[in-house]
C-alpha cells in the first residue's frame, strides 16, 4: 500500500531541496520563464520490474502541479530493455529539475521490487510467504518496504511499535525467554503479537511454554528446521512459524519446503542493485 501524501510530502521536498539548492541554474539559464511547455519519456534500459511511478508523479507535481505523468505500464510490471514506462507533460522547468530525484528514487524502487520478484518466483508453489526486516536505508523505510510488495513481498514490522520481537540479546539482559515474556505481557496494548528469535529445541520449547504467538526459526539447519517445525505444529498448531538467517535464492526454496509460515530476509532490500532507467526529452 502506498503511504498517504500527508507522510511522503516532506520527504519527497527534503531530496528536491537537496538537489536543487539555491535554484537549478542550468534549467533556469536556459529557461528562464517557467512557461515553456516539454514532452518527455522514461525508458527501461534492463529488465526489471517496475515500482515507484506515483511517487515520481508526485515529485514533479510538487514543482507544478501541471505537470502531467501518466504511466504507460502497472506497478508491479516486469519490463524488458527499452520499454516506455511512463509520458510526461509540463514545464520545461518541473520537467528538467525534478528529473534526477524522481529517476533515483525509481531506479532503488525498481531494482528493490525486481529482487523480491526474483525469490517470490523460487516460492510460488509453495504456501511460505517471503517479508521484509528493518534493515532498510535511514528515511527510506517506507518506500523501501512499499517497494517489497511490490515484488510480491509482505511487509514485517514496520518498526518497534508494530509488534514485540523478543531476539537474543532481549533475551540475554532479560536473564530467559519466560521472563522477557513475562514483563512484555504487562504492557503491551492488544492486539499487538510476540515473537521470539529462537536457535534450538529447548528454546523453542520455552517460547511454546510462554505462549508465543510467533516463533523464530533464527539460522537454523535444514534438517533440525524440518524437526523443529513438525514439533511446533504438534505442540501448537496455532502458533506462526518464521524462518530467518542466511536466506538466499540458492536456499530460500529448501527453506520453504520445511513448511514454515513466514520466510524473512533483508537481502531484496539490502543486496539489490538500481534498476537502470532515463528519461528523454521528445
Known amino acids: 500500500m502506498l503511504p498517504s501524501w500527508i507522510v511522503l510530502d516532506p520527504l519527497l521536498k527534503s531530496w528536491l531541496l537537496e538537489d536543487i539548492g539555491r535554484g537549478d541554474r542550468t534549467t533556469q539559464g536556459i529557461f528562464p520563464q517557467p512557461v515553456e511547455q516539454g514532452k518527455a519519456q522514461w525508458i527501461t534500459k534492463e529488465t526489471g520490474v517496475i515500482a515507484g511511478l506515483p511517487i515520481a508523479a508526485r515529485v514533479f507535481q510538487l514543482l507544478d502541479n501541471e505537470v502531467n505523468f501518466i504511466p504507460t505500464v502497472t506497478e508491479g510490471e516486469k519490463c524488458q530493455p527499452k520499454t516506455i514506462i511512463a509520458e510526461i507533460e509540463g514545464s520545461m522547468n518541473a520537467l528538467l529539475t525534478g528529473e534526477r530525484v524522481a529517476l533515483n528514487m525509481a531506479m532503488r524502487l525498481s531494482g528493490i521490487a525486481t529482487a523480491t520478484r526474483q525469490y517470490i518466483e523460487i516460492i510460488a508453489d509453495l504456501p511460505t510467504q517471503l517479508v521484509d526486516t528493518r534493515k532498510t536505508t535511514p528515511g527510506l523505510r517506507l518506500l523501501e518496504k ?4 511490490i515484488g510480491g513481498a509482505v511487509n ?29 505481557r504487562k504492557t503491551i496494548p492488544y492486539p499487538l503479537t510476540i515473537e521470539v528469535e529462537t536457535t534450538c529445541l529447548k528454546e523453542i520449547q520455552e517460547a511454546l511454554k510462554w505462549n508465543a504467538d510467533i516463533i523464530m526459526l533464527d539460522n537454523m539447519p535444514i534438517e ?59
Not at 512499499?146 to 510488495?149: D, F, G, I, L, N
Open 156 to 184: 514485517h514490522r514496520m518498526g518497534l511499535d508494530d509488534a514485540v520481537m523478543i531476539k537474543d540479546n532481549h533475551i540475554q539482559a532479560a536473564g530467559g525467554i519466560g521472563e522477557a515474556i513475562t514483563r512484555i
Open 146 to 149: 512499499y517497494a517489497t510488495q
Open 224 to 282: 533440525e528446521m524440518k524437526i523443529a517445525v513438525q514439533f511446533i505444529r504438534k505442540q501448537n498448531s496455532k502458533v506462526k512459524i518464521e524462518a530467518s538467517g542466511n536466506i538466499t535464492l540458492n536456499t530460500i526454496k529448501t527453506v520453504g519446503q520445511t513448511g514454515v509460515d513466514y520466510i524473512s530476509s533483508s537481502a531484496p532490500i539490502t543486496r539489490s542493485t538500481w534498476l537502470d532507467l532515463s528519461m528523454r526529452m521528445i
